[in-house]
């Protein structure tokens, strides 16, 4: 049976184990290429072994989750919103906190403190004992396991008290309902801080969301983006987004292309000219036709490759992963051997013991662990994309960190890609005009940026018309082509022993023809960005196809000093292995002729207009051909490894530090509790951070 990708909405997943939990259960049905999101609550799977789909989602659902058609239109009731389960309790955890510090008598009675209590432990029971049952039954407990045991052992050991009538010292009452309060107020932070963690993508999900103006038989109609068919004629006004994928027909606009490559200058558009789905009509009409809908759109690859960038874990992560699953096990562990050692060796009364015991549950914080990693790359990725840059993957962002070399293309790369012929010496018996319609008619068949320009160029001059019969690119080689008549043709550099300026030779059944000298214009900011990637330690190198000379005419303008030219598509792949070996190194290049290269390097980085060659091809894409947007690259991923490493590294020392502070008795359970809800926060506050952190090389 044919693999079938199955796509679940998951809705009641709110931390890093949950995810855990269901993704074991997956993984035990033999599922394969799982990938959990919490935060987008979205659970993808391979399904190539038969497996009932509606024995997959009940079991989902078993785990205490909801699978849902579309969570957008999931009306939550108000009884299970998490933000009203906080306030019904803060309510009636007030009164108890107060008894402590108010002299009204009636507060102080047991049976009014059970009362007060008893909703509050019920609400807590509901929410927190659903969830730490069903995370048990996962095989992953988590954080809610550990509130469930602290918050029944204080409400079950003041309950016997009330019933047995032993006076003050066994109420606890307070303690229990506050724990319960706190840990909610903290869920209500930490679900609306991950909401903003991946506001990038909802940013990018709304802009998809547009209507459209169809062209039929003359009459306009607005339908939805949805809707549009390949080949449909839409009217797009000035204001307007852009539906989908097409081409202009006819009219001319301004238009703001920023959501996608971070350009806050419009760019013009022209008949013939492409434009893209979600881009902003600022001045102007157009009437377009539509070519890519649905997920065909450059848009909707880039939501989906922003969301397996999320899947993708850097390695650091897998050590909290690792730590979070054996947590809640050991803390249990840590709080049963608190109360056995602080009743019975040290022989303090029941009430210390148990409340040691509570403390050391309640400030224990697996989720902190288990967040510490996703929501950094979420913010990190969210922030490459809003300057047009695709990062395919939490993991090429550490495999980013310490690069010791980056490897450069020349053509539209460090170069702009527009050439300009400047010379063609032509053999005895060659007319010009000729050999002009030759390398037009050649040329018109390659998507190369060289050939595009000598297209350009050429078709205002003088030539005699060529009609072929074929023609097919050699990469890194050139074109080859064979006329009506039954004559073969070889436009390109190959190898060449000839050290002048002419850069490419036209051959004709095995005979030169002529030589053409070919120059393109270096990219404005290419001297700045080597000075920099100098600056961070980095050596910047250059690797062409292109002639000796040429090369190292561009290098010694730039500032490279380590350059390899005349490389073939196969050298260039034994030259990026030699520097692998050195050191990390990225490539860049355009992301057609480099496909080998950019793939064998460390991570590949392609500067290309996002074609489908570049998006399959490279771990990187910059949607906008400015350069300083790889110096941003490496500047988030840097700080994006630096706040996971932070969060990190908080988690765990606030879990070694508390820990056995609680266990000393030095701590109120309360004021744990307390510390416990806000662990999380201060985990995705540092995250979120990273949307405004000023970035330094």
């Given at each position: 049976m044919a693999e079938q990708l199955i796509e679940l909405n998951v809705i009641g997943m709110h931390c890093n184990n949950c995810a855990l939990s269901v993704h074991k259960l997956l993984e035990r049905k033999g599922l394969q290429n799982i990938h959990v999101d919490f935060a987008s609550e979205e659970v993808k799977f391979s399904n190539s072994n038969d497996a009932d789909l509606a024995i997959i989602k009940k079991d989902i659902e078993g785990l205490g989750y909801k699978v849902v058609d579309d969570p957008a239109q999931q009306v939550t009731p108000f009884?299970?919103?998490?933000?009203?389960?906080?306030?019904?309790?803060?309510?009636?955890?007030?009164?108890?906190?107060?008894?402590?510090?108010?002299?009204?008598?009636?507060?102080?009675?047991?049976?009014?403190?059970?009362?007060?209590?008893?909703?509050?432990?019920?609400v807590g029971c509901l929410h927190f004992g659903k969830s730490a049952i069903n995370s048990i039954k996962g095989g992953v407990p988590n954080m809610d396991v550990l509130i469930f045991v602290g918050s029944s052992a204080a409400f079950i050991y003041s309950l016997i008290g009330t019933i047995e009538n032993l006076g003050e010292h066994y109420q606890f009452y307070e303690t229990c309902a506050t724990i319960i309060s706190l840990v909610?107020?903290?869920?209500?932070?930490?679900?609306?801080?991950?909401?903003?963690?991946?506001?990038?993508?909802?940013?990018?999900?709304?802009?998809?969301?547009?209507?459209?103006?169809?062209?039929?038989?003359?009459?306009?109609?607005?339908?939805?983006?949805?809707?549009?068919?390949?080949?449909?004629?839409?009217?797009?006004?000035?204001?307007?987004?852009?539906?989908?994928?097409?081409?202009?027909?006819?009219?001319?606009?301004?238009?703001?292309?920023?959501?996608?490559?971070?350009?806050?200058?419009?760019?013009?558009?022209?008949?013939?000219?492409?434009?893209?789905?979600?881009?902003?009509?600022?001045?102007?009409?157009?009437?377009?036709?539509?070519?890519?809908?649905?997920?065909?759109?450059?848009?909707?690859?880039?939501?989906?490759?922003?969301?397996?960038?999320?899947?993708?874990?850097?390695?650091?992560?897998?050590?909290?992963?690792?730590?979070?699953?054996?947590?809640?096990?050991?803390?249990?562990?840590?709080?049963?051997?608190?109360?056995?050692?602080?009743?019975?060796?040290v022989h303090t009364g029941m009430q210390v013991a148990l409340m040691n015991a509570i403390a050391v549950l309640v400030i224990s914080c697996p989720c902190a662990m288990g967040l510490a990693t996703p929501t950094a790359v979420m913010v990190g990725l969210g922030r490459a994309a809003k300057n047009g840059i695709l990062i395919k993957g939490g993991d090429t962002i550490e495999a980013v960190a310490h690069t010791k070399y980056v490897v450069f293309d020349k053509t539209g790369t460090l170069t702009t890609g527009k050439f300009h012929i400047t010379d063609i010496k032509t053999e005895e018996n060659a007319d010009l005009e000729?050999?002009?319609?030759?390398?037009?008619?050649?040329?018109?068949?390659?998507?190369?940026?060289?050939?595009?320009?000598?297209?350009?160029?050429?078709?205002?001059?003088?030539?005699?018309?060529?009609?072929?019969?074929?023609?097919?690119?050699?990469?890194?080689?050139?074109?080859?082509?064979?006329?009506?008549?039954?004559?073969?043709?070889?436009?390109?550099?190959?190898?060449?022993?000839?050290?002048?300026?002419?850069?490419?030779?036209?051959?004709k059944n095995q005979k030169l023809l002529a030589q053409i000298a070919i120059e393109d214009e270096i990219k404005p900011d290419a001297i700045t960005?080597?000075?920099?990637?100098?600056?961070?330690?980095?050596?910047?190198?250059?690797?062409?196809?292109?002639?000796?000379?040429?090369?190292?005419?561009?290098?010694?303008?730039?500032?490279?000093?380590?350059?390899?030219?005349?490389?073939?598509?196969?050298?260039?792949?034994?030259?990026i292995d030699v520097y692998k070996q050195k050191g990390k190194t990225i490539m860049i290049g355009d992301g057609i002729n480099d496909a080998p290269a950019l793939t064998q390097a460390d991570v590949g980085v392609s500067m290309n207009d996002a074609s489908q060659v570049a998006i399959q091809s490279a771990r990187v894409v910059l949607l906008n051909t400015d350069l300083h947007s790889v110096v941003k690259f490496l500047q988030i991923s840097k700080h994006?490894?630096?706040?996971?490493?932070?969060?990190?590294?908080?988690?765990?020392?606030?879990?070694?530090?508390?820990?056995?502070?609680?266990?000393?008795?030095?701590?109120?359970?309360?004021?744990?509790?307390?510390?416990?809800?806000?662990?999380?926060?201060?985990?995705?506050?540092?995250?979120?951070?990273?949307?405004?952190?000023?970035?330094?090389?």
């Open positions: 009884y299970e919103k998490i933000e009203n389960k906080f306030i019904f309790c803060a309510i009636l955890t007030v009164p108890l906190l107060l008894h402590m510090v108010l002299p009204w008598h009636f507060l102080h009675l047991p049976s009014v403190q059970l009362l007060l209590c008893t909703p509050v432990f019920i909610l107020l903290g869920n209500v932070l930490e679900k609306r801080s991950v909401t903003q963690t991946t506001s990038a993508i909802k940013d990018l999900v709304k802009i998809q969301q547009v209507n459209a103006n169809r062209v039929v038989n003359g009459s306009v109609e607005v339908v939805s983006a949805k809707e549009v068919r390949p080949g449909d004629t839409l009217l797009v006004n000035m204001g307007d987004k852009i539906p989908v994928d097409g081409e202009v027909l006819s009219g001319s606009a301004s238009v703001d292309e920023a959501m996608l490559t971070g350009e806050s200058v419009p760019v013009e558009k022209e008949k013939y000219d492409k434009v893209i789905g979600g881009t902003i009509v600022q001045h102007g009409n157009i009437r377009m036709i539509a070519t890519k809908v649905g997920s065909n759109t450059v848009l909707a690859q880039i939501i989906e490759l922003m969301k397996k960038a999320q899947a993708a874990k850097p390695p650091v992560q897998k050590l909290g992963d690792k730590v979070a699953a054996i947590f809640v096990p050991a803390v249990i562990l840590i709080a049963l051997l608190t109360f056995v050692i602080t009743y019975f060796a000729q050999i002009r319609g030759i390398i037009m008619a050649i040329e018109e068949r390659s998507n190369h940026p060289i050939a595009r320009s000598f297209v350009n160029e050429l078709k205002t001059l003088p030539q005699t018309k060529l009609i072929l019969k074929s023609a097919k690119e050699e990469k890194g080689l050139g074109m080859r082509a064979e006329d009506v008549n039954g004559n073969h043709y070889f436009l390109g550099s190959g190898k060449s022993k000839d050290k002048s300026d002419f850069n490419l030779s036209l051959y960005l080597i000075r920099q990637l100098k600056k961070m330690d980095i050596i910047p190198v250059l690797l062409s196809g292109d002639k000796n000379s040429r090369c190292l005419k561009l290098a010694k303008l730039i500032g490279i000093e380590d350059v390899h030219a005349e490389k073939l598509p196969d050298e260039k792949l034994t030259i994006t490894l630096i706040t996971i490493k932070q969060n990190l590294f908080w988690a765990f020392a606030y879990n070694i530090i508390a820990i056995p502070i609680a266990a000393l008795g030095f701590l109120n359970p309360m004021v744990g509790a307390f510390a416990m809800a806000f662990s999380d926060v201060v985990v995705i506050g540092n995250s979120l951070r990273l949307k405004t952190k000023r970035l330094t090389p």
